[in-house]
């Protein structure tokens, strides 16, 4: 049985998975440190996955993408301390021959990838991937190639750069206000980044699906903030909270060598 562990490094949270097959029977999301040595990414991994159904020993396969270069090797080398398989990291070189049509395929991040994998591997020969994280990301596959996409500051990144820049406001918890307009500075707020937000990201996969010709691309929400966001609009069709970690699992099992 193909056991493999999978890890996704974003800049604010890691997501650690394990797959049995095709079946994830552990997952774990921790905050990524900016800074960290191998010891201490190899005691917090090694507990996680001890104190989890899969026996370190039973992990055949291991995977890694990473946003953040610092931190990659540590986590190569943490997991290299206590478990066996030799670890793969997604890059442009072992992506499944997936083409990438990008002026420089060195510089798509590898969670970029992977998502294009995964749907690929789902079936799909034209949709995107919308990872809304630290990062909002859509990543488009047309044609079974990864076409490029978009970049724009998430909702906790635009809250963070707000809330710092203008001393006045207060820093708030994200939940939905009642109404558009409020009557209070917290839910103006909320209302300027949440609403604002889901229009932006209703305008932007407008303006992608008119460059694709179509207005029937399935459209697959990812990462921490999706189904807060889903809830709202009809503009995300699908939701795969593993979708990330499934294109590592790919690479890890079949990932071909440059």
């Given at each position: 049985?193909n056991?493999?562990l999978c890890?996704?490094i974003?800049n604010s949270h890691?997501?650690?998975?394990?797959?049995?097959?095709?079946?994830?029977?552990?997952?774990?999301?921790i905050?990524?440190?900016?800074?960290?040595?191998s010891d201490?990414i190899?005691?917090?991994?090694?507990?996680?996955?001890?104190a989890?159904s899969?026996?370190?020993?039973k992990?055949t396969?291991?995977?890694?993408a990473?946003?953040?270069p610092s931190?990659e090797r540590?986590?190569v080398?943490?997991?290299?301390?206590?478990?066996?398989?030799?670890v793969e990291?997604?890059s442009e070189?072992?992506?499944?021959?997936?083409?990438?049509?990008y002026?420089?395929?060195?510089a798509?991040?590898?969670?970029?990838?992977?998502?294009?994998i995964?749907?690929?591997?789902e079936?799909?020969e034209?949709?995107i991937?919308?990872?809304?994280g630290?990062a909002?990301?859509?990543?488009?596959?047309e044609n079974?190639r990864?076409?490029g996409?978009?970049?724009l500051?998430?909702?906790s990144?635009?809250?963070?750069v707000?809330?710092?820049?203008?001393?006045?406001?207060p820093e708030i918890?994200?939940?939905?206000?009642?109404?558009?307009i409020?009557?209070?500075?917290?839910?103006?707020?909320r209302?300027?980044?949440?609403?604002?937000?889901?229009?932006?990201?209703e305008?932007?996969l407008?303006?992608?699906?008119?460059?694709l010709?179509?207005?029937k691309?399935?459209v697959v929400?990812t990462?921490?903030?999706?189904?807060?966001?889903?809830?709202?609009?009809?503009?995300?069709?699908?939701?795969d909270?593993?979708?990330?970690?499934?294109?590592i699992?790919l690479?890890?099992?079949q990932?071909?060598k440059?």
């Amino acid at each position: 049985m193909n056991i493999v562990l999978c890890v996704d490094i974003g800049n604010s949270h890691t997501v650690m998975g394990i797959y049995e097959e095709s079946r994830i029977v552990e997952h774990w999301r921790i905050t990524t440190p900016r800074i960290a040595t191998s010891d201490e990414i190899y005691l917090r991994a090694q507990a996680l996955i001890q104190a989890s159904s899969v026996s370190p020993a039973k992990i055949t396969h291991i995977g890694i993408a990473s946003v953040v270069p610092s931190l990659e090797r540590v986590w190569v080398k943490a997991l290299n301390k206590f478990l066996a398989p030799q670890v793969e990291v997604l890059s442009e070189q072992n992506c499944l021959g997936l083409p990438i049509d990008y002026e420089t395929p060195s510089a798509v991040g590898s969670d970029r990838l992977a998502n294009a994998i995964a749907l690929k591997h789902e079936g799909y020969e034209t949709a995107i991937a919308l990872d809304l994280g630290t990062a909002t990301t859509f990543d488009i596959l047309e044609n079974g190639r990864f076409r490029g996409g978009v970049i724009l500051p998430g909702i906790s990144s635009s809250l963070e750069v707000l809330t710092e820049k203008a001393i006045r406001l207060p820093e708030i918890s994200i939940e939905w206000p009642e109404n558009f307009i409020a009557q209070n500075t917290e839910d103006a707020i909320r209302s300027g980044i949440l609403f604002g937000f889901l229009g932006q990201l209703e305008y932007v996969l407008n303006g992608i699906q008119k460059e694709l010709g179509t207005e029937k691309v399935p459209v697959v929400a990812t990462g921490g903030w999706a189904t807060m966001l889903g809830e709202r609009t009809p503009a995300l069709n699908h939701f795969d909270p593993f979708l990330t970690i499934k294109g590592i699992q790919l690479v890890a099992l079949q990932g071909e060598k440059p």
